[in-house]
């Protein structure tokens, strides 16, 4: 494991400790705002149109994660049939991301299917595109299950997320191209096993590559979501090899990460989507930013002693 990855396991287990938590949500907002679009829908979708205007393309999440009761799960479908109304009636370029668990994946799976099912419907009526973000390993095969029944029922402006880290991943990939299922790509941001999932990180890389050649040699859409310099070059020069058009295929980055090089890889003529949330459940999600590198964790304590 080399010092990269013992950090990241570090960040996920002490982010878990109940007092950390309660230090990182009694001081740490203000901090985590550089990731975090606002607290409410209008301020997400005032943000949008910024970005728009430099030519980056959005994919809006309201967080939320770890409910506790379908009574919650419910507040939370009426929020994205409301950011989906919203992106419309703003005619802003964004698409939703949402995540099953917030829905009530955990607590009845037939109840968040209806309440994921009643969002997909909404965007289907308004031209958009639903992702079900992929959670930690419990809720792989469930999600991805959604997913493919969703299209069964003529649902097919949703897609998913598949994570370079699982030994299981080119196996569900091959599967979901054939499905029609548009993917994001990702490397894994959660603490996982080394029983199912690749445990050093030239192992995740070498991975993702081989995921993004085998959906970009299928002429499948293939949204490669990364902050790693090495990857994008490797993507670039290899659609440029095989005369692979530019339209094919779309770069993500994180909300308030690199947004001088989103705004560049727009001017370039690539597509570049911004993944940005909104809300005040920010604690999970912030925490993961923190851990995926050390350079993250650094740039918030330079503020904080600001």
Not at 191 to 216: D, F, H, S, V
Not at 231 to 248: H, L
């Amino acid at each position: 494991m080399d010092g990269t990855e013992l950090y990241r396991k570090v960040v996920l287990t002490v982010s878990g400790n109940r007092l950390v938590k309660w230090l990182s949500i009694r001081y740490g907002k203000k901090l985590a705002g550089r990731f975090i679009a606002g607290d409410t829908l209008e301020e997400a979708l005032d943000e949008i149109e910024r970005l728009n205007g430099k030519g980056i393309l959005v994919t809006l999440d309201h967080l939320g994660e770890g409910i506790t009761s379908l009574t919650e799960a419910s507040a939370y479908r009426e929020e994205y049939i409301r950011l989906v109304e919203g992106i419309a009636n703003r005619g802003v370029q964004s698409n939703v991301s949402l995540k099953p668990t917030q829905m009530g994946l955990a607590l009845d799976p037939q109840a968040a299917y209806e309440n994921i099912r009643t969002v997909v419907r909404a965007a289907q009526r308004h031209g958009n595109f639903v992702r079900l973000d992929m959670e930690d390993s419990p809720f792989t095969q469930a999600t991805i299950d959604m997913t493919l029944r969703l299209h069964k029922e003529g649902l097919t402006n949703v897609g998913t997320v598949i994570q370079a880290y699982l030994y299981r991943s080119e196996e569900d990939v091959r599967m979901l191209m054939k499905e029609g299922v548009k993917l994001r790509l990702v490397k894994g941001a959660y603490k996982e096993p080394g029983t199912i999932a690749y445990q050093k990180k030239q192992e995740i890389i070498g991975n993702y590559k081989n995921l993004i050649k085998l959906q970009l040699d299928q002429g499948a859409y293939t949204a490669v979501a990364t902050h790693d310099n090495n990857i994008i070059d490797w993507v670039k020069v290899f659609a440029e090899q095989n005369r692979i058009k530019k339209d094919a295929f779309e770069f993500q980055m994180l909300y308030g990460l690199r947004m001088k090089d989103q705004a560049r890889l727009a001017q370039d003529g690539y597509r570049i989507r911004c993944y940005m949330p909104y809300g005040t459940m920010w604690y999970p999600y912030f925490t993961r930013r923190i851990a995926e590198k050390p350079a993250n964790l650094m740039m918030v304590l330079r503020n904080m002693f600001k």
